[in-house]
Nanobody
């Protein structure tokens, strides 16, 4: 069964770091554009970052630029989101999603083929 699974969330103090993983099973993630989104209850889902499939070009939301880094390891069939300098406003459930024919230029609103179940990130002292 093809699926995406996120991991790496948790509780961290302001200024701390976490690395989220998005691992695919049942399909090769290297052929897909992969994006990270986050959602807080009562708010719209926000696109956080995206990485293209073939050229490793990346996009970031203005709110995370300079603090978050997206990368992929095709051998591990995984995309990572390194989050540094975390702030309380980064608290959310983070989901990854993959699109075979999608592009990062419109990742905030595009239709994805696969979604993960989400991992909770809480930034609090």
């Amino acid at each position: 069964q093809a699926q995406l699974v996120e991991s790496g969330g948790g509780l961290v103090q302001p200024g701390g770091s976490l690395r989220l993983s998005c691992t695919a099973s049942g399909f090769k993630l290297e052929y897909y554009s992969v994006a990270w989104y986050r959602q807080v209850p009562g708010k719209e889902r926000e696109g956080v970052s995206c990485i293209e499939n073939s050229i490793d070009s990346a996009n970031y939301a203005d709110s995370v630029k300079g603090r978050f880094t997206i990368s992929r390891d095709n051998a591990e069939n995984t995309v990572y989101l390194q989050m540094d300098g975390l702030q309380p406003e980064d608290t959310a459930v983070y989901h990854c999603a993959a699109a075979l024919w999608g592009f990062c230029r419109d990742y905030a609103s595009r239709k994805n083929d696969y979604w993960g179940q989400g991992t909770q990130v809480t930034v609090s002292s």
